[in-house]
């Protein structure tokens, strides 16, 4: 059995075994799921909306969250079985629920387009905590939302030095920094807050610790004998018995919109780009702009093309002069280019971002174009070239999107309509043509405003097929 399976077992099994007790000992636990609980209820959450949650335990999110929500459909999961027996045997949620044995680290068999995603103190649990985050993030609709707490980097404090001042290693799992983790690059942020418990004694805290079934170590921990857990214990009780936990509450919204990305440059991405947002009445933006020392910058053709209000455009991230690469064009400028500056901004409707090139385009040293679209989360609308050649291109495009699990809106050609090549596209790519845009003998906001008339609705778009 793989290293990690062993572990998710053995965790399944202690948390198993501690289900009847677990919420006598879990006042932490209720504590941070009754915090999250609350910042969800903020959230902009529509009627009934569609629930997953990771890591259910017996149901302590769920239940304060349906104090709050109300009816929902509601998805608990939980990588143990008597957990989930125990949660369906004690929740009353408002709506329809089901309940499934799942790894939410690797989701399967989801049905997806979710309002709201949820966890609280199980993802301390993934061994890629940040990869998770973002696989869940798939799993939303466009303006779903992804709420998590779970522990960081200054947790149990005091039982780690309890065992240091004995030149002892505690076997605690090591937790992230708060500041570093994050959902891909959806725009969000993460709060860390602390919450002191006091326990009676050191046996006290140990106990409590079974009574929830937290009690795997970090890989490689060697058990301490009898004698040394004494002295732990005991100096534990010194320091005052106290244990802190540093909780980290993330909350990120996918955004509502698409990518628009090409097989080539000079495809059409940029008045594709301008009649989907005359389309939707969208906001625009071009987070990496290169070539501005021979034009204006996509930017303001697609603000004038597509007839944008000032606050419906918005200015890239980077702007650079030579008509190269962004890997390419930075260096000429002295301009290191920072992913972080990459998150797109938080807007008030759909979004249309625009690519620099092709997939393959490289952004800096490490990241692709492919890359960047992969920690967007969003899904993809495809230009390519209606005539000879765009087969082979456009096919080669679409596995590339797949392979890394990025959904595909569908594709818009340009040029003249070539029907075989449309066809071919379809049945061999598997994906639909959103529209063709002909040749235009004059492309201005009339032109764009034609074209804009034969895209559907981004809402019957985006909704499941």
Request: one cysteine or more; glycine letters at 10%.
């Amino acid at each position: 059995m793989p290293a990690r399976d062993a572990t998710l077992a053995l965790v399944a099994r202690r948390f198993g075994t501690a289900a009847p007790t677990y919420e006598r000992h879990a006042q932490a636990q209720r504590h941070a799921a009754e915090t999250l609980a609350r910042r969800i209820a903020a959230l902009p959450l529509p009627p009934r909306p569609r629930i997953l949650e990771i890591g259910c335990g017996t149901g302590l999110l769920s239940q304060a969250l349906a104090a709050s929500l109300g009816e929902a459909d509601w998805t608990l999961t939980d990588l143990s079985p008597d957990m989930l027996a125990q949660a369906r045997a004690t929740l009353t949620l408002p709506g329809s629920a089901r309940f499934a044995v799942m790894d939410g680290e690797h989701p399967r068999g989801l049905a997806g387009n979710y309002d709201l995603i949820c966890s609280s103190l199980a993802m301390q649990w993934f061994s890629d905590l940040n990869a998770g985050l973002l696989r869940l993030a798939r799993l939303l609709r466009p303006g779903g939302w992804l709420a998590t707490a779970t522990l960081a980097n200054g947790s149990f404090t005091e039982w780690q030095q309890a065992h240091e001042g004995l030149g002892l290693r505690a076997g605690t799992p090591a937790y992230p920094a708060a500041d570093s983790i994050h959902a891909g690059l959806l725009p969000g942020s993460v709060v860390a807050q602390a919450h002191r418990q006091q326990h009676r004694d050191g046996l006290d805290f140990v106990r409590a610790l079974k009574g929830i079934g937290a009690t795997v170590p970090r890989a490689g921990h060697r058990p301490l004998n009898a004698g040394q857990l004494r002295a732990v214990m005991h100096r534990f009780e010194q320091q005052g018995a106290q244990v802190t936990y540093q909780f980290a509450y993330g909350q990120w919204q996918r955004p509502q919109g698409v990518f628009v990305t090409g097989t080539d440059t000079g495809v059409g991405k940029t008045l594709v780009s301008a009649v989907l947002a005359r389309a939707w009445q969208a906001h625009y933006w071009k987070p990496l702009q290169t070539g501005l020392a021979d034009e204006p910058g996509d930017s303001a053709t697609v603000a004038e093309l597509a007839q944008l209000p000032p606050a419906r455009r918005h200015d890239p991230a980077y702007a650079l002069q030579a008509p190269l690469s962004p890997w390419a064009a930075a260096p000429l400028e002295q301009v290191r280019i920072d992913p972080r500056r990459l998150v797109p901004p938080v807007v008030d409707g759909p979004l249309v971002i625009e690519g620099a090139g092709g997939l393959y385009v490289p952004i800096d040293d490490t990241h692709m174009m492919l890359d960047y679209i992969a920690a967007l989360g969003m899904p993809v609308v495809l230009a390519a070239r209606s005539g000879l050649g765009t087969i082979n291109h456009t096919l080669l495009s679409l596995q590339a999107l797949r392979q890394r699990e990025i959904p595909v809106l569908g594709v818009v050609m340009s040029g003249p309509p070539s029907p075989g090549n449309r066809l071919a596209i379809e049945r061999f790519g598997q994906t639909r043509i959103l529209a063709e845009i002909p040749q235009l003998d004059c492309v201005d906001a009339a032109a764009v405003a034609r074209q804009a008339e034969a895209i559907a609705p981004l809402d019957a778009l985006l909704a499941p097929r």
